[in-house]
Structures are given as C-alpha cells and as structure tokens.
C-alpha cells in the first residue's frame, strides 16, 4: 500500500501559469480532501470530494478547481496561479463517515509550490 | 464556524520528561471527533491520537495521551517520556462528525526535544 501520493513534491510557477497539482491513494477511500498550509496558519480547507463525481468547497477555494472521476484520484488545477497561492498542498482521504477511526484523515507527503 | 486553539506557539521538553500541548476548541456540535497530528520536518502530516466525543475516557496510544475535558471544549495532548524524535509540530484537528473531509486545523505548536 502507497497510502496517499502526491506530484510533484515542488513546482515552482510564474504567475497566470496553470497547473494540476496531482493525488492518488489506493487505500479505497470514498472520501478526499485539499488543504493549503501557510506559515502561522495551520492547514486550511481548499475543496473536497465525498466520492467519484462529486465534489464540494471548502474554506478557501478560490482560484483552485476539482473534479474526481475515479474513487483513487482527486487532483487540484490551478487555473491562473498567483503568488497568494504560494504555500504547502496537501491531500488526505478517509473511509467514510461512521467512526473516529473511519473519518480519520490520511495525508500525502505534500506538494511545495512557489509562484513567482 | 468552528474554530481550533492553540495558545502555545512554542514549548520545549528535556528528554525523558513530560510535556502537555494545550488545545481548545468552539463549537455548537455535540457528535464530532478531535485528533492531534504531528508534522515532524518532513512535512509528512502523521496521526498521533484521536477521540471521539461520546466517549468520556481519555484516549492513548503508547507514550501519548489525551486529556479531553468536554465541557471545557479543551483537548490537550501529553507526551511521556519525551525522546528526540518527538521533535515536531502539533497540530490539533477538530472535525464534525459524518464529514469525514473537513478537519479545521489549529496553528500548531513546535516542541523542541532538549538533551
């Protein structure tokens, strides 16, 4: 088992550049989540999915698109990537909802970004 | 909107001793679980311990325990016997129960590991 994979590990872009930033996890878990994480401010909500084709915002989504077609992929696009979106990404996914151990989230090893 | 706080920027602990991160929490929910992750400078985000919030005994896994005062909306975690590799970040996570994907974060706290 990978867990949750993440590419690339960093990515440096130059503003109005688009890019997706990609996640995969092979655990067979109906629910995944984006997250930025910016320094003093702990990791926030960008979108989420509950399952394939179905997907919802978080608290800052702007800026940033998903879909998911698959139960395994949940990938992030960056339509015109400025330099507020300079942070850490992460992705996580859990089983579903029932229990502390099934809602328990599972993150990637996260994805630098740098926008110049 | 829920919120999670954590009024400890920085704390340090000589190996072998204990330390307690403190967490505090806000919401009008009744059903939801807390979970404490740790961020060591890889960055990977690993689970430490989680509660849920019907259940009164305090969770631990090993050298790690929770102290979950619900009334309080307090949640802190101790770590006993502190070695080196607890050096890390901690962050405390709130999250309603049945949104399996939607944990808020609160700031972390970086514990320092002294010899």
């Known amino acids: 088992n990978a867990g949750v994979t993440q590419t690339p590990k960093f990515q440096v872009l130059k503003t109005g550049q688009s890019m997706t930033l990609q996640c995969a996890q092979d655990?067979?878990?109906?629910?995944m989540s984006w997250y930025r994480q910016d320094p003093g401010m702990g990791l926030r909500l960008i979108h989420y999915?509950?399952?394939?084709?179905?997907?919802d915002q978080g608290e800052v989504p702007n800026g940033y698109n998903v879909s998911r077609s698959t139960t395994e992929d949940f990938p992030l696009r960056l339509l015109s990537a400025a330099p507020s979106q300079t942070s850490v990404y992460f992705c996580?996914?859990?089983?579903?909802?029932?229990?502390?151990?099934?809602?328990?989230?599972?993150f990637g090893p996260g994805t630098r970004l740098l926008v110049l | 909107a829920q919120t999670v706080t954590q009024s400890q920027p920085e704390m340090s602990v000589q190996e072998a001793e204990t330390v307690t991160l403190s967490c505090t929490y806000d919401?009008?929910?009744?059903?939801?679980?807390l979970f404490w992750y740790k961020q060591p400078p890889s960055r990977q985000m690993i689970l430490v311990i989680r509660?849920?919030?019907?259940?009164?005994q305090n969770a631990t896994e090993n050298r790690f325990s929770v102290n979950f005062q619900k009334a309080a909306k307090s949640f802190s975690l101790k770590i006993s016997d502190s070695q080196l590799g607890d050096a890390a970040m901690y962050f405390c996570?709130?999250?309603?129960?049945?949104?399996?994907?939607?944990?808020?974060f609160g700031t972390g706290t970086r514990l320092q590991v002294t010899l």
């Open positions: 996570a709130y999250g309603r129960a049945g949104t399996a994907s939607k944990l808020t």
């Open positions: 509660q849920e919030a019907y259940k009164q």
């Open positions: 999915s509950v399952g394939a084709g179905i997907t």
């Open positions: 655990m067979n878990h109906e629910y």
């Open positions: 919401t009008s929910e009744s059903d939801y679980y």
């Open positions: 996580a996914s859990s089983l579903i909802p029932g229990s502390a151990y099934q809602e328990t989230q599972y």
